[in-house]
């Protein structure tokens, strides 16, 4: 689809949007907490928290927490996003002899069943250090006694577990759960074969690879010094027909064609940028043309690229980016949604921005929101962000501050169709599969 159409399709957006950002600037107004556009509808303090992911069905109002050094989670409940309460809490057991925390929370839907995975990240000094993932049925909510534990994933063989993961509704049908590693590989588990117990090497059914000669750097939050992922995104190309996979780690960032999940396809690199010998997180627009980047050191700005010509063959490997856009020189970007043309981000500064990419080049400020004014960036931090896509529901995670749930003026939900785009995004249709595929041959 030609760029200029849904710039068209989107100019009514632009102009509120444009409005919204008026008196808000590139970074915080002094004395004001949040731009006037955004609205805290509810805080729930809890301590030591990391990540967070929201349930996209409205009949399923829920929340799910990460309990970082807790080893566990909290099911928040999001019924009345201004009243939100925990409904629901669980930590491993022997949660003080574990070293390390609890990060990626993530839910998929199957054969009728929902799923919630908590993945883990324990060091070698102690119990569960091959523990990758706890998989929960949590169907029977709101009822928590319905809550149970399905599987623990374990990589024996890699240990050192899951720092991020990611559930995705594949265009040949499964629901798949996808998790870094300690090893040169994103994993691909299918989440029935896990649900269904049995061999666990069978639950494995793909392996994405760090591309042969990235450079190895190091990332500082994991202390890795060979090859890996840090974090990942896995999104439908309707154009293509393809499930691509964007991943971000050593050297820089990659886009696989997985729709063979057996035999993964190195479709495009970013690498060599100046400033970045890691990627952190790698994240398209619908289209999957351009995208935003993240490298997690202080000071770096999110950096945005445009695939294109790597993508059409044209070069090997991307170098340069097209934009950039911080909301301050010590923000530090850490997590982010794209809804386009809004880019959601959680800072280690404390603070959730919105901002506009409709103009990749020229990204701008929608709105913020300070969970912790006054607090420096040591004391960190604004750790994850999601969206709800059926209305605009916005959820963000402090490490601190626990949970907050917030509204952004005229943003009542997103649709990719409304904007002349795939419906592509984080958010899976569990139930119809990827905007676009087709529906034949699938399997079941």
Same mark, same amino acid.
């Given at each position: ?7 068209? $399709?989107? +100019?009514?957006?632009?102009? @509120? ?91 998929? &839907? ?20 091959? +523990? ?33 993961? %990611? ?46 000669? $990235? ?18 995104? =896995?999104?439908?190309? #309707? ?42 997180? %790698?994240? #398209? ?19 945005? %690229?445009? +695939? ?7 070069? &090997? ?9 911080? $909301? ?14 809004? @880019?959601? @981000? ?5 603070? %959730? ?65 409304? *904007?002349? +785009? ?7 249709? *569990? ?11 699938? =399997?079941?």
């Amino acid at each position: 689809m030609q760029r200029t159409a849904v710039l068209l $399709a989107g +100019l009514t957006a632009v102009a @509120v949007a444009s409005a919204f950002a008026q008196g808000s600037g590139s970074t915080s107004v002094a004395g004001r907490q949040g731009s006037a556009n955004v609205h805290l509808l509810s805080h729930i303090p809890l301590s030591g928290v990391s990540d967070i992911e929201v349930e996209h069905e409205l009949s399923r109002p829920y929340a799910y927490v990460s309990s970082g050094g807790k080893g566990g989670f909290y099911i928040i409940s999001i019924k009345d996003p201004s009243k939100a309460s925990v409904l629901y809490t669980w930590h491993i057991e022997n949660t003080e002899l574990h070293q390390g925390s609890a990060l990626g929370p993530v839910t998929l &839907k199957s054969k009728g069943r929902y799923y919630f995975v908590q993945s883990f990240q324990y060091l070698r000094t102690g119990p569960d250090l091959d +523990l990758g993932a706890v998989v929960f049925d949590v169907t029977g909510l709101p009822d928590t006694t319905k809550v149970r534990e399905v599987a623990r994933i374990r990589t024996p063989k890699s240990p050192g577990g899951f720092h991020e993961d %990611f559930a995705y509704k594949h265009s040949d049908g499964r629901a798949l759960y996808l998790a870094t590693s300690v090893s040169p590989h994103a994993l691909i588990y299918d989440i029935d074969k896990v649900a269904a117990g049995g061999d666990p090497e069978s639950w494995i059914v793909g392996r994405v690879p760090v591309p042969e000669g $990235a450079t190895r750097g190091v990332d500082t939050m994991l202390v890795r010094f060979q090859p890996s992922y840090h974090d990942f995104y =896995v999104g439908y190309d #309707p154009v293509s027909h393809q499930d691509r996979f964007y991943g971000a780690g050593s050297g820089g960032y990659y886009v696989y064609d997985i729709t063979n999940v057996t035999e993964p396809k190195l479709l495009a690199s970013v690498s060599g940028v100046a400033g970045v010998t890691w990627g952190h997180t %790698f994240t #398209p627009d619908p289209t999957g043309r351009y995208v935003v980047s993240e490298a997690e050191y202080t000071y770096a700005p999110l950096r945005l %690229f445009d +695939l294109k010509p790597a993508l059409d063959g044209q070069i &090997k490997t991307i170098s340069r980016p097209i934009g950039a856009w911080t $909301a301050s020189w010590k923000g530090l970007p850490h997590n982010h949604e794209v809804r386009w043309p809004y @880019v959601f @981000v959680s800072t280690y500064a404390d603070e %959730f921005y919105v901002f506009n990419m409709m103009d990749p080049s020229n990204p701008y400020t929608v709105g913020y929101y300070d969970t912790a004014p006054g607090v420096d960036l040591r004391s960190g931090s604004t750790f994850g962000v999601d969206v709800r896509n059926a209305d605009g529901l916005i959820v963000t995670s402090d490490m601190r501050q626990g949970f907050f749930a917030f509204k952004l003026d005229g943003f009542d939900g997103w649709n990719g169709h409304q *904007w002349g +785009l795939p419906n592509v995004s984080s958010a899976q249709d *569990w139930d119809n599969g990827p905007d676009g595929a087709p529906k034949a041959g699938r =399997v079941s």
